[in-house]
Every structure is written in structure tokens, then in C-alpha cells.
């Protein structure tokens, strides 16, 4: 249904907006609703031209934040930079953002044309744009989205991912500094999510708009984005690439939020980690003597026969996924369950003992159950990350 | 081999779908039946007796009732009254129900409230409190009679009197469809650059004009058909300060039931025309109408 070709676009459009393309600083942003902090001490700064994904569960202050870089709501603390200027001193209008809302907000009494020319046709003054350039403009951007054909259609009469291309094409009608989409794909199905994923960072490629989208959706904003923001409770946990947000998370949140994870209470003691009383033939590295806890993911880990320093339990459940086997496993006196991946053929059958050595992973400053991250850090005094090992070399040390 | 088939596959002996309403047919029959009487007597049959005692004397009879200069004025001020009445409330209404809707203030709870006043006071209280706001015993009496201003028993006291009654009704009828509509469309118009003023006129109109459409026909209909409240402050002078629905009591007090009838079936006609218009807005329009509130 959708097109797939990279150099369709119309130059003029591209270059015009690449001009356009704006700095973007973040800095010690708070927004109270009441006495509630939905966003608290939010920092970044976001280059020109970047495609940048916050990443959070729902209520994390996502949209929040977009709201208040469009200026549709104003931060209780900090300041926002457009370019070296405060944004503060400008209102909506002047900050010519280009904002695709969740709820694609078309105008259900225009058409599709009229809905993209609408920026334009309020311009004023000097501004003040003839119908014709602005019904040419339009046409121009229901082509760059592929959607050529249905100018006199209204948006009760479009599907969803349709009104989700013409929201995109209206917000881009005013040739923005920069683009904020709140959840541009969250309504729509799997198969159309996908399609329209790929066809977005054709268009931010082609067009250079410094451009911030929010999702929920992990695999969305690892595969499109430059740079992931993950959020949590109104603050921002981690700033990464795909690569930095999924190899080092620095925080048990981001480990738990982004990809599956397992985790287990170990404590630190003579450089060596122990589960209970049985060491896990992993170093301790610089980590502090104590209680930690151990995080790994399910797919990283190596299976072991005998167990001269292992993690070792009975098989609890198995589940087959796809090309795969996940087992959860009881470990210790206390049964916590852990979850691994096994190749699909392992004969792991219900009750019987597997022994098992994570080979990546990381080390958490926190003792017992789960806490919300950011008190745990502080009260136990451990940086964010203590002591990651990567890779079955690392862990033999 | 004996099976136990509970679904048996032969059509012939699966008895037919039964409906999910579960009262039978004669339930069903008798209380249709007994909401249509109830209609026929309480609505059809006066409406038809209007018409039947309107032209009982005759087509000439009627239109010669309707001409005469009493009549005449009566429609005129009833006209005039509605023509100001009106657009005043559609004013009213809009900017109420805008700043209801889509923002967040003190003492929104307090203007709804205020808003519905005129649907739980009695039209008459609402006659008396003009009286005595502007009659020759209240404050502001003495001082309106000394410039000159004449209020109560004219025309500026009808008016008011029927701008109060009837100024729940284009916002009643906004307030539920601009609510559910919420703010995104307005926020996206503001980002694209609109102005308020063009966000207004271009997105928050446009998005609610079936409703306001409706909301003014129903204020009309009552503007027009008000009797308790304009019967207390018009002082029934005849050819001056009588309304519609005013001369028709008058007509009817004295025996004059032709004329009476004649001057009411003007009124009945104006329900007649508000109910067809409002159900062909309700068919073609239903779903911008549904937040609406019935009255
Ligand atoms: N207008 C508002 N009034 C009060 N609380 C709000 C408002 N908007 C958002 N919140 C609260 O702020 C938090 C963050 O909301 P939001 O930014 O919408 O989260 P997300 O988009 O990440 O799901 C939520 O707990 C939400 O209830
Ligand atoms: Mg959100």
C-alpha cells in the first residue's frame, strides 16, 4: 500500500526545510499539574536535523514534554531553546512547530487539501499566500505522502493510517523548524505501523527536519530513531542510541524497560559475585562489598554441565518462541524465578536442573525487591551502573 | 454408536433465533399501543383541535382575525421580540459555552449552574424579578421614571424578560458537543499558526454549527411562545405590549375563541415547523447532534 522510493520527493520541498531545520535545548524542564511533577529536571539538547524518540510507559510525561516545546502548555521550571533563543518569549504561533497529535485532530469539515493548505491559508500580511500557490503547495505534500488522488476526500471517509499521512502533511505545510509527533503510529495495526515506520525516516531523511516522536514502542524507537530517550515518571533515565540504550542501560529501569530482562539479589563480597552461598564465576570488578542485584537478558546467557561457579535451578516452565525456548527457572532457597533462552531442541523437561553463567551483564547498586530506581541509586550511594560484564572473556577474568 | 449431539445440524429442528428482547408479543403490541394513545390525546389532539376551532368560522374568518390590527401588532412585537431576543442569546450562548468547554477557570461550576437558572425558576418568578428590579417601588424605579426610561410595561422589559427565559438554550445545547470535541483541533489550528480569532471562526464554529443551528431553533420556538414571564412585565396593553401567546389569552377571555385559535394556530404552525426541522437536522446530522441534551 505504501510506495517505497527514496528520491520522489520534490527538491524545492526538501531544501526549504532543510534551511528551516533548528537547534533544540532542553534545559532543567519541570511542569507541576497541582502539586503533581509530571516532568522533573528534564534536560536535552537535540541537534538539527536529529530524529529523536522518547521512549517511556504510559503517564511517563511523554507527551508532556512535546506539549511543552510546541507551547501548547508552559514548564513550571527551567527553559526551553529554539537556536540560541528562549522560547518562552514566543508564543504557538511564533514557534512555527509542526505538531501531529495523537488523536491526528483533523478538521472533520475540510477536505484533505484544505486541511494540509490550512497553516498557509491563515498566514497574514506579508506572509499572506494566493489560493492557488497554496492549493499547489498542498498537492505538492499529499504527494510527498503519497496520498495523491484523495484531495476532496474529508477525514471521516480516510482510514486510519491515511489521516495518520494527511496530520503529517499538514504539520510539514508550514515548513516547521521542527516536527513533534506524539505517538504517530499507536492506533494503528501491526502491519501498517511497520509499513509507515520505514516511510517516516524516508521522509525526515529526505526532508532534514529536526524531528521528535513519542513511543511507547520499543522496537519503534530503537529501529527509526538516531538517538533514544528513555523515559521514566517524568524524568529521563537514559539518553542513547539504539546500541547505547540496549547494550548499556544505566539504570535497572532501562534494563527492565528496553528488551527482556532477568534479574537476581546477589551480594559482592572478596571480588567475587555469590548467589547465596554459592559464587557465580563472574568478578566483581570495582563493585562495592554488599547486596546488589544482577541483571541479564534471557538470550545472553551460556548453559553449563557441571557448575563450578554457575547459577543453577529446577525448571519451573517452558515456553516455546518462536525459533526459541524460554525457561523459567527456580533458583535458591527462596525459588526466585529467573527466565532463560535455550535453542528450541534443549530437552529441558519439567523439574530437572540446568546450570547456566550470564555471559553480558550488569550490576545494580540496590537490595531486594523493586524500588523505584532513582531512591534506591541514592540511598545506596552506587553510581547508576556499577560493574558491567560484557562477554564470556570478561566474566572468566 | 450412540453420540450425544446437543447441536444438531438439521435446520427443520433448530427453533428460530428468539429475539433478545424477551417479552412477548402481546406485551410488546399493548405498550405500543398505549404510547401512541398517549401521544393522539396529550399531543395530536390538541394541536388538530387548534386548527379544527381556528378555521371553525370559516377560511375568511381566519384570515380576517389575523389582519386585524390588534393581531397584527401582537405578531410584529412578537417578531421584533425574538428578532433581538435571539441573536443576543446565540452571542451569549457561543461565548459561554466556549469558555466553559475548552478552558479550565474558577467558578466554572458556579456559570454552569448559573446557565440552567432560567430552566428551574418559574417563568413568572422570573416576570416578578424584573418587576422588581425596574417597577415604580424599586430602586432603580425613581430613576428610570425621572430620564424618562420606560422598562416594565414595553417593549425593553418583554425583551428582557424573554432573553432571560430562554438563554439556556443555545449554550445547553454547545456546552455537551464542545466538550466532547475537546481542545485538539483548536491546539492544532494554533500551532499551524491560526490566530485565536481565526481558530474560532474557522475550526471551533464550523466543528458545531448543526448544534448551534439547533440550539437557536429551540430558543426561537420558546422566544416567540414565552407567556409566563412577558404576561408579568408587558401590562397587556392592547396593540402595544401584547405578544402572541399574550393576545391569545386575551382573545380567549373574551369568548372570542375564533380569534383566539386563530392567532394560536400561528403559534402551533411555529412548533409544527421547529419539530420538522429539528428531526430532519437530528436524521441527517445525528452524530455531530448526539452530545446534545434533549430539553
Ligand atoms: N492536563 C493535565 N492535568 C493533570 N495531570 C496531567 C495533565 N496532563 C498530564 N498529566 C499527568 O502527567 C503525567 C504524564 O502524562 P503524559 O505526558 O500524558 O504521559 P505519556 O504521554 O508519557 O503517557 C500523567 O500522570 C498524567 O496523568
Ligand atoms: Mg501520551
Known amino acids: 500500500m505504501i510506495r517505497k522510493s527514496g528520491c520522489r520527493f520534490s527538491e524545492k520541498i526538501m531544501l526549504k526545510q532543510r534551511d ?4 533544540l535545548s532542553i534545559r532543567n524542564v519541570r511542569k507541576e499539574f497541582d502539586r503533581f511533577a509530571a516532568l522533573d529536571d528534564v534536560s536535552l539538547d537535540i541537534r538539527s536535523g536529529e530524529l529523536i524518540a522518547l521512549l517511556g510507559p504510559s503517564g511517563s510525561g511523554k507527551t508532556t514534554l512535546l506539549r511543552l516545546i510546541a507551547g501548547l502548555d508552559h514548564p513550571t521550571g527551567g527553559q526551553i531553546f529554539f537556536g540560541g533563543e528562549d522560547a518562552s518569549v514566543k508564543t504557538v504561533q511564533e514557534r512555527n512547530i509542526g505538531f501531529v497529535f495523537q488523536s491526528y485532530a483533523l478538521f472533520r469539515h475540510m477536505n484533505v487539501l484544505d486541511n494540509i493548505g490550512f497553516g498557509l491559508s491563515v498566514r497574514r500580511g506579508a506572509d499572506r499566500m494566493a489560493k492557488a500557490e497554496i492549493a499547489r503547495r498542498a498537492t505538492e505534500l499529499l504527494d510527498l505522502v503519497q496520498l495523491s488522488g484523495l484531495e476532496r476526500r474529508y477525514p471521516h471517509q480516510l482510514s486510519g493510517g491515511q489521516r495518520q499521512r494527511v ?40 526532508t532534514g527536519h529536526t524531528t521528535v516522536f513519542v513511543t511507547h514502542d520499543q522496537d519503534e524507537a530503537l529501529e527509526l530513531a538516531d538517538r533514544v530517550v528513555v523515559m521514566n515518571e517524568g524524568r529521563i533515565e537514559q539518553i542513547g542510541t539504539a546500541d547505547d540504550v540496549y547494550d548499556t542501560p544505566n539504570s535497572p529501569f532501562v534494563f527492565g524497560f528496553i528488551g527482556e530482562s532477568s534479574s537476581l539479589p546477589i551480594h559482592v563480597e ?23 542485584l544482577l541483571y541479564f537478558r534471557p538470550q545472553e546467557v551460556k548453559l553449563l554441565d557441571g557448575c563450578g561457579g554457575c547459577i543453577a535451578g529446577t525448571v519451573a516452565a517452558g515456553r516455546r518462541v518462536a525459533g526459541t525456548r524460554r525457561l523459567e527457572l527456580e533458583v535458591g532457597g527462596h525459588r526466585e524465578r529467573v527466565e532463560i533462552e535455550v535453542p528450541a531442541s534443549h530437552p529441558a523437561a519439567a523439574r530437572s536442573r540446568i546450570a547456566f553463567r550470564p555471559e553480558k551483564w550488569r550490576l545494580f547498586g540496590t537490595p531486594g525487591e523493586a524500588a523505584p530506581s532513582e531512591k534506591v541509586r541514592r540511598i545506596s550511594g552506587w553510581p547508576a551502573a556499577v560493574q558491567a560484564g560484557e562477554g564470556s572473556s570478561a566474566a572468566r577474568r | 454408536m450412540v453420540i450425544d449431539q446437543p447441536f444438531s445440524a438439521a435446520g427443520a429442528q433448530t427453533p428460530p433465533p428468539r429475539s433478545a ?7 410488546r403490541v399493548a405498550l405500543t399501543v398505549i404510547a401512541l394513545l398517549f401521544l393522539a390525546v396529550f399531543l395530536v389532539l390538541p394541536l388538530v383541535i387548534v386548527f379544527l376551532q381556528a378555521f371553525a368560522n370559516g377560511v375568511g374568518a381566519y384570515f380576517a382575525a389575523l389582519t386585524e390590527p390588534d393581531a397584527v401588532a401582537a405578531i410584529q412585537l412578537t417578531l421584533l421580540v425574538a428578532a433581538i431576543a435571539v441573536p443576543l442569546n446565540l452571542a451569549f450562548g457561543v461565548a459561554a459555552a466556549w469558555a466553559v468547554a475548552k478552558f479550565e477557570f474558577k467558578g466554572k461550576a458556579f456559570l454552569t449552574t448559573l446557565i440552567d437558572l432560567p430552566f428551574s425558576v418559574s417563568p413568572v418568578i422570573s416576570g416578578l424579578v424584573y418587576v422588581l428590579l425596574f417597577g415604580s ?22 425583551v428582557l424578560a424573554t432573553i432571560f427565559v430562554t438563554f439556556p438554550f443555545v449554550a445547553r445545547e454547545l456546552i455537551p458537543l464542545m ?3 475537546g481542545t485538539a483541533d483548536e491546539e492544532a489550528a494554533l500551532s499551524l499558526g491560526a490566530s485565536g480569532w481565526q481558530t474560532f471562526l474557522r475550526v471551533t464554529l464550523p466543528n458545531v454549527k448543526w448544534g448551534l443551528l439547533y440550539g437557536v431553533l429551540l430558543c426561537n420556538a420558546r422566544a416567540m411562545g414565552e407567556f409566563g414571564a412577558v404576561s408579568v412585565v408587558s401590562g397587556h396593553i392592547r396593540g402595544l405590549t401584547n405578544t402572541m401567546p399574550l393576545q391569545v389569552e386575551i382573545l380567549y377571555n373574551e369568548y372570542n375563541f375564533a380569534g383566539a385559535f386563530a392567532v394560536a394556530s400561528l403559534l402551533a404552525l411555529l412548533a409544527l415547523v421547529t419539530l420538522i426541522i429539528k428531526t430532519i437536522l437530528e436524521f441527517r446530522y445525528g452524530d455531530a447532534l448526539s452530545g446534545s441534551t434533549g430539553h
Open chain 1, 20 to 23: 528551516r531545520a533548528m537547534d
Open chain 2, 21 to 27: 428482547v424477551t417479552e412477548g408479543r402481546a406485551t
Open chain 2, 179 to 181: 466538550e466532547e470535541q
Open chain 1, 167 to 206: 496530520a503529517l502533511a499538514r504539520a510539514m505545510a508550514i515548513e516547521p523548524s521542527v516536527l513533534l509527533l506524539d505517538e504517530p503510529f499507536g492506533a494503528l495495526d501491526a502491519k501498517v505501523r511497520r509499513d509507515l515506520r520505514s516511510w517516516l525516516r524516508e521522509i525526515h531523511d529526505a
Open chain 2, 137 to 158: 417601588q424599586s430602586l432603580l424605579g425613581p430613576w428610570l421614571a425621572a430620564h424618562g426610561v420606560q422598562i416594565l410595561f414595553a417593549v425593553p422589559g418583554i
Open chain 1, 270 to 292: 572478596a571480588g567475587q559475585l555469590w548467589f547465596e552461598d554459592r559464587p557465580l564465576g563472574l568478578p566483581a570488578g570495582d563493585a562495592p562489598d554488599g547486596k546488589a
